[in-house]
């Protein structure tokens, strides 16, 4: 009903979808990474977006709405994931030192790149069915409008392009490696500041 209920389910999603992952592609390099995220989201969660537990609004008494922040929540938790993984790429790329400390527990360059695609592949679809599908149906049951153009749909659309642009570069341009990466995070800060930076920079 809030963004403090967001945040702190987004956090347990991150959490289980890093579990689910973990022995799949090998991911006990990114626990510590994860746990540290985890930390700081839970304490903005705490400090900054903490909302006493209230009845739900009239526009927001629909099973619609259930439905478009669960895939919401799925497609952020993927695409934190995804972030991660992008990050240490371009750290272990940029390393100078990449035979020791944390960096040499890193995977090679080839499967930190592989693992950031198929999470981002997951996600890519949860988003659009959550941005272009379930929201409008919601939006038109509770405002009689499919859409507002409000900041809040901007930025979830301004997201939906880039994670389209990166899903779209990789296929058909053979975009690889660092550019990849860099356009993975591209789409990370976009998702973030959608969901806890508009609250505090739009004035609608």
């Excluded at 390099?29 to 705490?46: C, S």
């Excluded at 439905?67 to 390393?95: D, E, N, P, Q, W």
């Excluded at 990789?170 to 500041?193: D, E, P, Q, S, Y």
Aim: hydrophobic share 55%; charged share 10%; no cysteine.
């Amino acid at each position: 009903g809030n963004m403090y209920e967001f945040t702190i389910t987004g956090s347990f999603v991150v959490v289980a979808g890093y579990l689910l992952l973990r022995k799949r592609y090998g991911l006990s390099w990114m626990g510590p990474i994860v746990t540290a995220i985890e930390l700081i989201l839970l304490m903005v969660a705490v400090l900054w977006l903490y909302d006493p537990v209230a009845p739900l609004t009239a526009a927001l008494l629909s099973y619609w709405l259930v439905i478009h922040v669960m895939s919401a929540i799925i497609a952020t938790g993927a695409f934190t994931l995804g972030g991660i993984t992008s990050a240490l790429y371009l750290i272990k790329l940029r390393s100078k030192d990449a035979d020791r400390g944390y960096v040499a527990r890193l995977p090679s360059l080839a499967t930190l790149d592989r693992v950031s695609y198929r999470i981002h592949a997951f996600g890519f679809p949860v988003w659009t069915f959550a941005v272009l599908i379930s929201g409008p149906i919601w939006a038109h049951q509770a405002w009689s409008s499919y859409w507002n153009w409000d900041p809040k749909e901007d930025w979830a659309f301004i997201t939906w392009v880039v994670y389209a642009a990166y899903l779209h570069a990789r296929t058909t341009a053979g975009w690889r490696g660092r550019n990849a990466a860099v356009l993975a995070l591209v789409g990370t800060a976009t998702l973030w500041f959608n969901f806890i930076g508009i609250n505090y920079f739009s004035t609608s």
